[in-house]
């Protein structure tokens, strides 16, 4: 079994930063590719974030590139998301997910993601 722990979420003024962590328990944590999901209020849940499982690869929704950057730190089973120039409409619940199907390549679809954390929340006011 799986478990993914996610912190560091909060209240943040516009322009702000934020960086997210993930713990995932378990041994083979480097064997597989991770995503960050949001979910805002009314909306569905949407794709932020994927890296590959050495890191080497990495992919972004437009509305967060260039502001938003995941790494992960295989040694310690943790996935990050370090979130600059934040913006109101950042605002949602954020969530980490280990991929389900071991293909290379960008996993947008959040249906290809097999164990979620509990999410945090990320609020950023204007």
């Known amino acids: 079994q799986v478990q993914l722990v996610e912190s560091g979420g909060g209240l943040v003024q516009a322009g702000g930063s934020l960086r997210l962590s993930c713990a995932a328990s378990?041994?083979?944590?480097?064997?597989?590719?991770m995503g960050w999901f949001r979910q805002a209020p009314g909306k569905e849940r949407e794709f932020v974030a994927q890296i590959n499982w050495s890191g080497g690869s990495t992919y972004y929704a437009d509305s967060v590139k260039g502001r938003f950057t995941i790494s992960r730190d295989n040694a310690k089973n943790t996935v990050y998301l370090q979130m600059n120039s934040l913006k109101p409409e950042d605002t949602a619940v954020y969530y980490c997910a280990r991929d389900g199907t071991g293909r290379a390549g960008a996993i947008i679809d959040r249906h290809d993601y097999d164990y979620w954390g509990q999410g945090t929340q990320v609020t950023v006011s204007s």
């Open positions: 378990g041994r083979t944590f480097s064997m597989y590719a």
